[in-house]
């Protein structure tokens, strides 16, 4: 497994922006598809973003228009770009690596949008 380890999270605003980076310990990052899900108190986790090793990318329609995501191979980090955050956008946000059937987590950061 891989240890995955995400920054970024914190109280924004209606409307606000904020980056959340996920910093991957392996040196075969490369080869791993990455993934954002997020999970709002009293729900599941859902994914809402991912990248493929090649750079294919894909969102939840409930946030396609305003994330991005992007990986830099260099420094084993993926991101998640986040435009034009609601309040139904809070939720613990966990990065995932996915690799030959092996899923590895990260702690989780937290994301409140309230004004």
């Known amino acids: 497994q891989v240890q995955l380890v995400e920054s970024g999270g914190a109280l924004v605003q209606p409307g606000g922006s904020l980056r959340l980076t996920c910093a991957a310990s392996t040196v075969f990052f490369h080869s791993y598809d990455m993934r954002w899900y997020r999970q709002a108190p009293g729900k599941q986790r859902d994914l809402i973003a991912l990248i493929t090793t090649i750079g294919s990318t894909d969102f939840a329609d409930s946030v396609k228009g305003r994330f991005t995501i992007s990986r830099d191979n260099t420094k084993n980090t993926v991101y998640l770009q986040m435009n034009s955050l609601k309040p139904e956008d809070t939720a613990v946000y966990y990065c995932?690596?996915?690799?030959?059937?092996?899923?590895?987590w990260g702690q989780g950061t937290q994301v409140t949008v309230s004004s």
């Open positions: 995932n690596a996915l690799r030959r059937g092996i899923n590895s």
